[in-house]
């Protein structure tokens, strides 16, 4: 089983499944491939508080260094720069800055250098197709994470409210290919817990 994970860093939710799927997959032994989307061009032109947008804007920076850094080192580095950012901004509640991006790259062994792209434009298209490519694999917009399992179709979420220990994780995973592998299957959804 593989498993593709559409991410915008600046989400809380997508941080929580990213470890989720992260977890699994490395009990497993089962490649996970991260792809980015964008909170920014989702909600471009959209009536949000004006928090939302700079929030959006910083993330896009981040996902810029991110594109970069897997142009130049390939998937392992989005995994670690992810896992760095997410972990500063998620977990120790710094701001999306890019001192925050710069102490990330160090975390992550990377070189300071790629924080240069934060400000490069030129990324926008690759994080652009791979964000419409997510939304394709969902069909209808939706928000951050997408998820895939094998060349099934793409999930708004799972959105979990915090990382599930490794039985509920495993089964939550299983649920998922189950659910992939139904062609009529549709939607389904509940109330949202709060973040813990």
Not at 13 to 39: I, K, N, Q, Y
Not at 63 to 85: H, K, M, S
Request: proline share 7%.
């Amino acid at each position: 089983m593989s498993i593709t994970l559409w991410f915008d860093p600046v989400c809380p939710f997508t941080w929580r499944t990213s470890r989720w799927v992260r977890d699994v997959a490395a009990r497993r032994g089962e490649p996970v491939t991260w792809r980015f989307m964008s909170l920014a061009l989702l909600n471009e032109g959209k009536d949000l508080p004006e928090r939302l947008h700079r929030a959006h804007r910083r993330s896009l920076a981040a996902l810029r260094v991110l594109a970069a850094a897997e142009e130049r080192f390939g998937q392992p580095a989005v995994d670690a720069l992810y896992t760095a950012i997410g972990h500063r901004v998620h977990d120790l509640d710094d701001d999306l800055t890019p001192d925050t991006i710069g102490a990330a790259l160090a975390d992550a062994g990377l070189p300071s250098d790629l924080l240069l792209a934060a400000d490069d434009p030129g990324f926008d298209t690759l994080i652009g197709e791979s964000h419409r490519l997510g939304q394709s694999r969902v069909g209808t917009e939706s928000g951050s994470p997408v998820t895939a399992i094998d060349d099934g179709p793409g999930f708004f979420g799972p959105v979990v409210a915090s990382v599930p220990a490794a039985e509920e994780a495993d089964r939550l995973i299983d649920a998922m290919r189950l659910l992939s592998s139904v062609p009529v299957f549709s939607e389904l959804k509940r109330e949202r817990a709060p973040l813990s």
